[in-house]
């Protein structure tokens, strides 16, 4: 009977692009993962990947497999967590993607306690200021603010944020929209327009460039924005302890920028995995 692993090493190679970049996923070496997937073809009687220096493809046969290893691995991996669900601890391993921003100041804290009430549960929480692939990089789920993109992935939204337009008190002075529309302003790559509503409930547009400085973390630009180099319109678990010690202050205060979103996203898989789901509850709670 062809083992499992293999097929898990199959479906590694195929989503990771290579058999190097499958090792590093997998935890094991190049030589193994290159033995486990000849002893996989040798064990079919067929030829899943075509090879040469610089890439690999699937041909037919693998084409058809791959769909039916996914398969097969999800439905194993569930019933793997179906038997475990009658006890009250998850077990294996739950990766997590989000911001260094939001890790530090939400997810970090979330998972400390999640892991508390699943001690046999591991948890490995990656930051970056860009957009993991979830497939690719074996990612369970990502925790993802603002304005959720187009995907062939999953998402629950988990909570809203409060967004402030914030600058040094040396830059204070805005009284109109207009007026902080012409200050200097610190740009966020995602984010380009927002919507604001005025005191008397009117709806403007507000557009973060053209900017001087342009930055994918909102730690950096909150770094600029304390320095005085301009409005960053960033969120309020973020800037709050800036309001509060006068670093920053928040200009227009009586008008409200739309409310963020924070969204769970997972792999548009028939089965969500029971760690995912109990995770994303543990979030919205």
């Not at 038997?83 to 997590?96: C, D, F, N, V, Y």
């Not at 260094?100 to 804290?109: G, I, M, Q, R, T």
């Not at 990502?142 to 830059?171: C, K, M, W, Y």
Request: net charge negative.
């Amino acid at each position: 009977m062809v083992s499992l692993d293999r097929f898990d090493t199959f479906k590694a190679v195929v989503e990771a692009g290579s058999l190097t970049a499958a090792a590093d996923l997998l935890g094991q070496t190049r030589a193994v993962v290159s033995f486990n997937l000849k002893r996989l073809e040798a064990e079919l009687g067929v030829t899943l990947l075509t090879r040469n220096t610089r890439q690999l493809a699937l041909t037919d046969a693998g084409e058809r497999f791959y769909l039916r290893c996914t398969r097969v691995l999800e439905e194993a991996q569930l019933a793997v967590e179906e038997a475990r669900s009658e006890h009250a601890q998850l077990k294996g391993t739950l990766r997590i993607t989000t911001t260094v921003e939001y890790a530090l100041a939400v997810v970090a804290p979330a998972v400390e306690a999640f892991r508390s009430q699943h001690p046999d549960l591991n948890i490995h929480l990656s930051t970056s200021s860009t957009h993991a692939d979830l497939i690719s990089e074996r990612f369970d789920v990502a925790i993802r603010l603002g304005r959720l993109l187009d995907s062939n992935h999953r998402a629950v939204q988990l909570s809203t944020f409060e967004v402030f337009a914030v600058a040094a008190p040396a830059l204070a002075g805005a009284q109109t929209l207009d007026e902080l529309e012409h200050m200097p302003k610190l740009g966020h790559g995602r984010l380009t327009e927002l919507s604001v509503t005025d005191p008397s409930g009117g709806e403007h547009q507000f557009r973060t460039g053209p900017a001087a400085l342009v930055a994918d973390s909102a730690a950096v630009l909150q770094a600029f924005a304390v320095r005085g180099h301009g409005v960053a319109v960033l969120p309020q678990w973020l800037v709050q302890d800036d309001l509060e010690a006068g670093r920053l202050i928040r200009l227009l205060a009586d008008h409200r920028f739309a409310p963020q979103g924070v969204y769970g996203v997972y792999p548009d898989t028939r089965h969500l995995p029971l760690k995912v789901r109990a995770f994303i509850d543990f979030m919205k709670g």
